[in-house]
């Protein structure tokens, strides 16, 4: 609200040259409330950006964005090259390099370096210092594998992780911030780069104000809930005062906003503050204890219910949060029919899990080496030809006389009644039931097989075979299909999840033909780079109308101003949550 009154009043006073910095998760709201505020001709004097929008503004107006920007899946498939050039270098993670949990670790170490600004040639240094040799050990081996993956993406993609440090370059050399009064808003951190760029802002910008949540402006050091965002201030007040910028002095905003007193002192009592016992009615805090999860989230629904049926809310007034949303997941898609409440659900789906994947994944195993259960693990996916009756058969059939690899070549002339004797009237049934039995594999192995032949060369041939195959077999258009189906009675949630995910696996097959470009790699080790990209591309779900309960983990959902929270699961080790060991 006070930032927003001070854009306000640099407006009035002719400054059209404004920025207001907030959080990517927040730039919609932020927009929102601006545009509800001031209205419409507000919005064309100050741009209300992230970094990542940012990053896009400097790279529309000097260049350097062209190019394929890497994904999780592309980053799997980039790592999994290089541990497998590295492996006779490494000692310490050369029995990892094989284990796919261990190329994602990997991955997240490399993001999360280069998010604080740490480059390969800092790792190195740290290990040229007096620290204990089997950290130092592992911190080469890391530095060692940094410098590969950062070479191997070269040329290849670009590194969204890496727009920080190209766009702080691109403020250089360009002046970017010159003549700009920058506001900073609703940021509870910020990472190395984001620090590096705020530092920036400040010797090269005509003004900077930034907004913190502590509740002291002397930026002392001591450890509560504050401690993250008072070292940020601190750092950026030092810096300010070291290049000769004058810093005013803090505005402490010390008023409480909420209407509810024991709202207010539960706000103290978590940051820390000493007050007296609450001894009031409390009439907005409800804690309440359940046998089970599912009696938890059956409260919930419950209540949710009776407020909009009594009460005069609506569904998008209320906010129910867990430490991990996924725990609960199918017992609030159940109550949420049973009470006929709307739900958005703001968690993320393995691209490994649709339809298309499994598909994909199956078919290749089964041209390997015809194996029964991988066959069948494509044919149930709903997106093979061929009717449930038949399928029955089919499996029926197979088991009985244990089918395997090249028994599907041959004709089949066993019983499918299996070790029965055949009496005359029945002869002519079994011989019909065979023939039909002969069609039916017959139409499943002649794709196999074609793939099989054609499944062969570089990457790209391999990825060009895959698709040409699902082409043949009108896959593209069963999935559309499919989701017309799922959209007919109303699951828009499952048919936007299977769309996407034939785009998905599109695009990874893309990025295993860039990744191994002019490559050989063996068929097995393509299918395990295809499985790994699968298991690391994650799609996200889209909201689909406004009034809808949100539900989200607590890490990942930002709620704007719900007017009823419920957080579920409050339980000892996840609020707060214990760090697991890595």
């Given amino acids: 609200f006070v930032t927003h009154e001070m854009i306000k009043k640099e407006i009035d006073e002719g400054n059209d040259n404004l920025i207001l910095l907030v959080p990517e998760q927040n730039t919609f709201e932020t927009e929102r409330a601006m545009l509800s505020k001031f209205g419409g001709g507000f919005m064309s004097m100050v741009e209300v950006l992230s970094f990542t929008r940012l990053c896009e503004k400097a790279g529309r107006l000097y260049g350097g964005i062209a190019g394929f920007n890497i994904d999780d899946s592309g980053r799997n498939i980039i790592m999994g090259k290089v541990l497998k050039k590295l492996s006779p270098h490494l000692t310490v993670f050369k029995k990892y390099i094989s284990s796919t949990t261990f190329i994602r670790r990997m991955v997240g ?16 240094s740290v290990c040229e210092k007096d620290i204990n040799k089997n950290l130092a050990d592992k911190v080469s081996e890391i530095a060692m594998i940094y410098a590969a993956y950062n070479d191997e993406l070269k040329g290849i993609y670009i590194d969204p992780l890496e727009e920080l440090e190209t766009f702080y370059q691109k403020a250089i050399d360009n002046r970017f911030f010159d003549g700009m009064t920058i506001y900073i808003d609703a940021f509870k951190g910020f990472t190395g780069l984001q620090l590096k760029i705020l530092k920036l802002m400040i010797t090269s910008a005509k003004k900077v104000v930034i907004s913190f949540c502590s509740n002291r402006a002397d930026f002392t050091d001591k450890s509560d809930v504050f401690s993250n965002v008072v ?27 909420y209407v509810s007193k024991e709202l207010y002192s539960l706000e103290k009592v978590l940051a820390g503050e000493n007050i007296s016992e609450f001894c009031g009615n409390s009439q907005n805090i409800k804690i309440s204890t359940f046998e089970s999860p599912v009696k938890e989230i059956e409260n919930v629904f419950k209540t949710i219910h009776r407020l909009v049926r009594t009460e005069n809310y609506r569904f998008k007034d209320f906010v129910i949060i867990a430490r991990d949303i996924s725990k609960y997941e199918r017992r609030i898609a159940l109550a949420s029919k049973k009470y006929n409440t709307p739900c958005f659900l703001d968690s993320r789906k393995i691209v490994g899990v649709s339809p298309i994947a499994r598909f994909v994944l199956a078919m290749l195993k089964a041209a390997q080496n015809l194996n029964s259960e991988s066959i069948f693990s494509f044919l149930k996916t709903d997106l093979f030809d061929i009717s449930a009756e038949n399928l029955n058969a089919l499996e029926e059939y197979v088991y009985i006389w244990s089918i395997n690899g090249e028994d599907w070549l041959n004709e089949w002339d066993m019983n499918p009644l299996g070790f029965t004797s ?49 082409m043949v077999l009108k896959i593209d258009k069963t999935v559309k299909s499919l989701c017309d189906e799922l959209l007919s009675v109303n699951n828009s949630e499952d048919a936007d999840f299977i ?50 309960v949100s539900c989200g983990s607590a890490d990942r959902i930002r709620p704007a101003r719900p007017k009823v929270v419920f957080v579920i699961g409050m339980n000892m080790g996840e609020f707060p949550s214990i760090a697991e060991d890595n």
């Avoid at 999360?112 to 790792?123: I, P």
């Avoid at 070292?231 to 906003?257: C, D, R, W």
């Avoid at 790209?460 to 699902?470: E, G, H, Q, V, W």
Wanted: one cysteine or more.
């Fill in 109 to 124: 170490v490399i993001k999360e370096l280069k998010t604080a600004g740490v480059s390969s040639d800092l790792l190195i």
């Fill in 231 to 257: 070292m940020s201030a601190g750092t950026l007040k030092q810096y300010a005062e070291e290049h000769g910028i004058t810093v005013a002095e803090p505005i402490m905003l010390n008023n409480s906003f």
């Fill in 422 to 470: 055949v009496k005359d009237y029945e002869a002519d049934s079994i011989s019909k039931s065979l023939e039909h039995l002969n069609d039916i594999r017959k139409k499943v192995i002649i794709p196999i097989l074609s793939l099989k032949k054609s499944f062969g060369g570089d990457a790209k041939d391999f990825s060009k075979a895959i698709y040409d195959t699902l």
């Fill in 499 to 548: 769309m996407q995910s034939w785009d998905a696996v599109m695009q990874i097959l893309d990025n295993m033909v860039r990744c191994f470009s002019g490559e050989n790699i063996s068929v097995e080790e393509y299918i395990n780079m295809l499985e790994l990209s699968f298991s690391g591309f994650t799609i996200g779900r889209i909201p689909r109308m406004l009034d809808e």
